[in-house]
């Protein structure tokens, strides 16, 4: 028999292996396997498919690695229509959706051959090291070499040893731990039902005593696993105690299968009752899913939307399904998780791509087990739901749902959806600032709509209030840090009347241009087309597209000048300014360089929640999803920077962020302000900020795309081009360009460089197309663009031209 099988690499389509006879009966779809590929390379594959039939040529199965399959049909249509819809290899979905212990890999090795006849004393000093070690031990990997020589190029001591014919060079299979067992402490057979005799044999250590007491306990308690940590915890021991029971024969330690399955048990009181407005929507939300299966929550900030999403998983999980609830961030996972966590008795799955690899693949098991509630980032959809009922894609705008880097470059709001579909589960997607996307999909009758205008509590929503920055009379130095007398006066009186107050700037470091005032230069980064950010906390320059430093010049790199200036403003500037304008307030900082680790992260929140910081400086991680009763105040003092960008979604990002982050403020007290400074305050953006009806806004925007034929009326797709030799990466753009342009005629740009376009050594170049909404001109896309990819990469010296494709883009 043949098996079809599946490799998480970048390769197309999959390959075909014979199944070894006295694997047959093991062989079923969606289980890995170890196979060969190449010349020596082993991978973990898996099963799509099996066939009856042989073949002279095909290599056989090495392997069979599980007892049963990790995933599922259903889950393997997903990964598919993934490949097909976002032009990426299934390879590459295998590869993100698996857990890195599910995978092996193998690494290169050195094995003695005792046959050969070469004499040692003929080699050089490091090659008979090398030959003396194997003598020892008989096989050794290259790491292993690299530490003996105490050095990092071993290729001529390595082939001095295999012209010599004393080696073999052969690969070995990396097998990772998949942390399904788990240790656990248990009786002796003997000591099983004699507790008398147990009690005698530790009679004369209080310490036994006590462990063997609590061990006890927790039997009554608790199900295995037991720990020793349990164990030594209760009964107030050490590990020495534990050895001692173990080598008595009293305890064995042995290893079990872990239960995977958890429960979800809603702690009793937590949950508030639903408010009239609330009701009213949960009553819309079950009609709504009546005639489809995704509902677009719309609510604004405050409105309770959580507590609806509450209702809905508590009625999911009584039906035995299972619920996601996806979030934009890993930043928000700590503060949303230690939320539910108040009102679930039970642990909560987290999954995204932070947490530790045991924790990933515990999560992974869990998931396939059956566990009621995962919640994560986009990565979650991949996990092996069994049974999945219903779907929670919270902040659904969010520009973070969409995966970058690396392959597969996909939507999470969009493949939840059609994993939904395909799982016959629902969806709800939460948003105060809706996207395009979604509204059109409802308007077109594809979407349910429900929505709530008031807030939990009776709140008010916050007033708004702008600063036209064309009117303003400012000292030096409040013009340093860009904030109006107006605006330094709402501080004051917030933090006099004992509430916080959030500052949002959207740019992080201290500033972003480091400028020569006698000649001009700015300092850029060698390897980027982009000026480089200065970071006072490390003292130091840093491009943030490469992540390469410098330090800061004492002169001019180009004229030798002494004097050099910082020009422009980040989160880092910004907070230091405030604290020399408000020496007694206590201020925090809130962006990639100060929340970047968990644990750093969870001190900056629970500092602000607890009243400990009266200012938080934040970039746009402060906009979305926290939850402060104490903030009075919020501050934009550069919304302009926000809708500047040439890009056709920058004023609708623009409103979605000066929303959420107005939506910080006035949550549970008093009524909320928000100060928002502006050049511009006839912008389409700030007059509907004003207004608090974004129909309008969202209406012209909509009727501008459709003319322009942009999404979401076309389905857009970049292609970018990235090599280092400047003259092939343009020859090869400007021949997709004429390619596609005879079958899509002006609906295809040339070949344009995006703002930063040389980034680490490599020179990009994006071609656009926009693709009707229809499946058929969607699959003779991706098959013309196919057809170019192969073609260029089959031209010699091409086989490494790197052409991004990215679907959907934002």
């Known amino acids: 028999m043949k098996a079809e099988i599946l490799l998480p690499l970048p390769v197309p389509g999959t390959y075909t292996y014979l199944i070894p006879p006295d ?24 099963i799509v498919g099996i066939e009856s039939g042989t073949g002279d040529q095909l290599k056989m199965i090495r392997d069979i690695l599980d007892d049963e399959p990790v995933i599922r049909e259903i889950h393997y249509r997903f990964w598919k229509w993934m490949a097909e819809y976002y032009c990426s290899f299934l390879g590459d979905v295998m590869n993100a959706a698996l857990p890195a212990p599910l995978k092996i890999d193998s690494e290169t090795v050195l094995q003695l051959n005792v046959d050969h006849d070469y004499d040692e004393m003929d080699l050089e000093d490091d090659a008979f090291l090398i030959s003396d070690a194997l003598s020892i031990q008989n096989e050794l990997t290259w790491g292993d070499i690299q530490e003996i020589l105490q050095k990092k190029s071993i290729n001529k001591n390595v082939n001095e040893l295999i012209d010599a014919g004393m080696v073999d060079v052969k690969e070995k299979a ?67 105690t534990i050895r001692a029971l173990i ?105 995204h791509s932070r947490v530790s690899e045991k924790s990933r693949m515990e999560a992974y098991h869990s998931v ?83 929505m709530m205008k008031e807030r939990f509590g009776l709140m008010e929503m916050p007033e708004i209030q702008i600063v036209d920055m064309r009117q303003v009379q400012m000292s030096e130095e409040q013009a340093e840090i860009g904030f109006s007398p107006q605006l330094l006066q709402a501080i004051h009186q917030m933090l006099d009347a ?47 597209y490469c992540r390469k430093e410098k330090p800061v010049p004492k002169e001019c790199p180009s004229c030798h000048f002494w004097s050099m200036k910082m020009y422009g403003m980040g989160t880092e500037k910004l907070e230091e300014h405030l604290q020399s304008l408000l020496p007694d307030a206590t201020i925090d900082r809130m962006d990639y360089d100060t929340a970047s680790g968990r644990k750093r992260l969870e001190r900056i929140l629970t500092r602000f929640s607890n009243n400990e910081t009266q200012i938080l400086v934040g970039t746009q991680m402060i906009a979305k999803g926290l939850d402060f009763e104490n903030v009075g105040l919020v501050v934009v003092p550069r919304a302009d920077q926000l809708f500047s960008f040439p890009d056709f979604r920058s004023a609708e990002n623009a409103l ?123 699959t003779f896309f991706r098959k013309r663009l196919n057809h170019f990819i192969r073609e260029v990469k089959s031209r010699p010296g091409f086989s490494n031209f790197r052409m991004i494709v990215n679907v959907d883009p934002i």
């Not at 292609?719 to 003259?727: A, C, G, P, Y």
């Open 23 to 46: 694997m047959e009966e093991e062989a079923v779809f969606g289980k890995r396997v170890e196979v060969q590929f190449g010349r020596k390379k082993l991978y973990t594959g898996l």
């Open 174 to 240: 990396l097998r990772k731990n998949t942390h399904e067992t788990v240790k656990t402490l248990m009786w002796a057979a003997e000591y099983r039902d004699n507790q008398k005799a147990v009690m005698e044999q530790v009679s004369r250590s209080k310490k036994q005593t006590r462990a063997v007491l609590a061990f006890t306990t927790l039997r009554r308690e608790k199900k295995p696993p037991i720990s020793r940590y349990e164990v030594m915890t209760k009964s107030d021991t050490d590990h020495a």
């Open 247 to 351: 080598k008595k024969g009293i305890l064995l330690e042995t290893k079990i299968k872990k239960n995977f399955l958890g429960e979800l048990i809603f702690r009793k009181g937590m949950l508030p009752p639903l408010v009239d407005f609330q009701k009213k929507a949960l009553a819309e939300m079950e009609q709504a899913f009546e005639s489809t299966p995704v509902v677009l929550l719309e609510g604004v900030t405050g409105s309770g939307k959580t507590r609806l999403y509450l209702e809905w998983i508590r009625r999911v999980k009584e039906a035995g399904q299972q619920i996601l609830f996806m979030i934009p961030e890993i930043a928000l996972t700590t503060h949303i998780i230690h939320r539910l966590e108040a009102i679930f008795e039970s642990d909560v799955i987290v999954y």
């Open 368 to 450: 396939r087990f059956g566990a009621p509630l995962v919640i994560g980032t986009r990565s979650a959809l991949l996990l092996p739901f069994q049974n999945l009922g219903l779907i929670i894609v919270d902040e659904e705008h969010d520009r973070s749902y969409k995966q970058l880097n690396p392959a597969p470059r996909y939507h999470g709001r969009d493949s939840a959806v059609y994993l939904a579909l395909l799982s016959d589960a629902r969806v709800i997607l939460g948003s105060a600032t809706p996207s395009l996307e979604s509204l059109v999909n409802v308007q077109e009758g594809k979407y349910g709509h429900v």
């Open 498 to 544: 004992g509430r916080q107050v959030m500052v949002f700037q959207n740019r992080r470091g201290f500033a972003p241009v480091f400028l020569c005032d006698h000649c001009g230069h700015v300092v850029q980064c060698d390897s980027c087309d982009v000026s480089m950010t200065y970071h006072k906390f490390s003292e130091k320059l840093q491009c943030h």
């Open 656 to 778: 979605q962020m000066l929303r959420q982050v107005s939506g910080r403020s006035g949550r549970k007290k008093e009524k909320g302000q928000v100060l928002i400074q502006t050049y511009n305050p006839d912008h389409p953006v700030i007059q509907s900020l004003m207004s608090g009806d974004d129909r309008g806004f969202y209406q012209q925007e909509l009727e501008e795309r459709k003319v322009f034929r942009f999404a979401p009326y076309y389905r857009m797709v970049k292609v970018t081009f990235r090599n280092k030799n400047r003259k092939k990466n343009t020859q090869v753009a400007y021949e997709l360009y004429h390619y596609l342009q005879a079958s899509f005629g002006d609906r295809v740009s040339v070949p344009v460089e995006p703002l930063v376009s040389y980034i680490n050594h490599y020179y990009l170049l994006d071609v656009f197309v926009k693709l009707h909404r229809n499946r058929k001109e969607g």
